[in-house]
């Protein structure tokens, strides 16, 4: 049998809540809990493994990062195709025409926000949309405004 030596240790009221929590859920004493705590902290590897973890951590952020950075170009895009577009078929509106133009526009784009808004909470967002439809990602082959004629 090992010979354990006692000591006694003060702790923070919510680090040992921690502790006593940790204890029930893998069913072994608070002694158990510290001393596994203790070892892991002066062994030597410890900082090896920490290494490692954050390692995995930043690779994935930096996954994360290129997929907002794809995402944003594919964002820009949309918008600059979609003005240059507008701009082409759009022609100017007489005098008389702009108040009752002006006041449409306000009511489509109401109806834009509240599609949006609906599109926003179901999680499911444009630019996955056109991930899932680009050739070789296992979708059909779309080609923008084919349907629309652009």
């Known amino acids: 049998m090992t010979r354990r030596t006692r000591m006694n240790v003060y702790f923070d009221p919510a680090l040992m809540g921690q502790v006593e929590a940790l204890a029930l859920r893998r069913n072994v004493s608070k002694s158990a809990v510290i001393e596994a705590a203790v070892a892991s902290f002066l062994s030597g590897d410890t900082s090896e493994r920490m290494e490692a973890a954050l390692s995995r951590r930043l690779d994935r952020l930096g996954r994360q ?3 907002l950075d794809e995402d944003l170009a594919v964002l820009g895009e949309t918008l600059s195709l979609f003005i240059r ?12 025409a702009r108040d009752a133009a002006r006041a449409k526009g306000a009511e489509r784009f109401e109806g834009f926000l509240q599609s ?3 599109k926003l909470a179901t999680g499911d967002r444009f630019l996955r949309e056109v991930s899932r439809d680009l050739p070789g990602e296992g979708g059909a082959h779309v080609v923008p405004g084919a349907d629309e004629g652009v």
């Open 85 to 96: 577009f507008w701009m082409t078929v759009t022609p100017p509106l007489p005098e008389a």
């Open 116 to 118: 949006l808004g609906r």
């Open 65 to 67: 990062v290129e997929g």
